[in-house]
């Protein structure tokens, strides 16, 4: 069983920056991949970035890039998302998710919301 737990969400004014932060129960390198999803109220959940697991491979929505980056702490099983530029679009609710085998695990979301 895995447990991934966010922190770091918020309130913030557009233009700010916040720090997203997606502890894991078991060692980082044993999942394929992670990333970051979001969901706004009544739309679907959509990929924001994702990092391979030895962390040499980084992918970002469209939208967000240049804007937010994707990390990860072996020493800390921690992944980031570092979001800067907020704009009042990238009100959300922010998954982390990881990949190990066949299991794609989730953890309860954290809520961002950017104000103009």
């Not at 720090?19 to 894991?24: H, N």
């Not at 390198?29 to 962390?55: C, D, N, T, Y």
């Not at 491979?57 to 939208?63: I, N, Q, S």
Request: with cysteine; net charge positive.
């Amino acid at each position: 069983q895995v447990q991934l737990v966010e922190s770091g969400g918020g309130l913030v004014q557009a233009g700010g920056s916040l720090r997203l932060s997606c502890a894991a129960s078991r060692s980082i390198f044993s999942f394929i991949a992670m990333a970051w999803h979001r969901q706004a109220p009544g739309k679907q959940r959509e990929l924001v970035a994702g990092i391979s697991s030895g962390g040499s491979r980084t992918d970002y929505a469209d939208f967000v890039k240049g804007r937010f980056t994707i990390s990860r702490d072996s020493t800390k099983n921690t992944m980031y998302l570092q979001l800067n530029a907020l704009k009042p679009d990238d009100t959300a609710v922010y998954y982390c998710g990881a990949l190990r085998g066949p299991y794609h695990y989730w953890g309860q979301g954290i809520q961002v919301t950017v104000s103009s």
